[in-house]
């Protein structure tokens, strides 16, 4: 005679209920923060042309990048694999950051590829070759001492 399964073989809707809204509330979390919000705000002025590139660059490139025009921070955590070049503190041209879009960066390890496309891409990357750099400094030579 076969032995009857016991309560901890049942399945249990109320358990499985609660772990699937921990996992969505904590998905959320994270979407939310890659996706820019709790920036501190586009710099870029509404009736400027580089605007609709500012808005995609906040919304899509936010939880890696840093950079002021468009109000971001990238990841709070330097350390993090994640963190994308600051571009405040680099300049670059559009033809790269197309490249960078669609191959996914320069390395492809950690971009995704073509997060953004068409026109849409062509937008962001005339916004960052315009905006990024505004911190570079002059490129240090070897053996130059770095200024006080």
Not at 35 to 60: K, M, Q, R, Y
Not at 92 to 119: C, H, K, T, W
Not at 125 to 134: L, N, T
């Amino acid at each position: 005679m076969r032995g009857r399964a016991g309560p901890s073989t049942q399945y249990d809707a109320r358990r499985v209920r609660a772990a699937l809204v921990i996992a969505l509330v904590v998905a959320a979390a994270l979407g939310l923060t890659a996706c820019g919000f709790g920036s501190e705000g586009i710099d870029v002025s509404e009736n400027n042309p580089d605007h609709a590139g500012a808005v995609l660059f906040s919304t899509h490139c936010a939880g890696c990048h840093t950079l002021d025009a468009a109000g971001t921070q990238g990841s709070g955590n330097r350390g993090e694999r994640t963190q994308g070049p600051n571009l405040n503190e680099r300049e670059e041209s559009r033809d790269d950051v197309l490249y960078a879009i669609q191959n996914g960066g320069f390395s492809g390890a950690i971009m995704p590829q073509n997060i953004v496309v068409g026109e849409e891409a062509e937008q962001v990357a005339d916004f960052v070759a315009k905006y990024a750099g505004s911190q570079a400094g002059e490129p240090q030579r070897p053996g130059q001492k770095s200024s006080p």
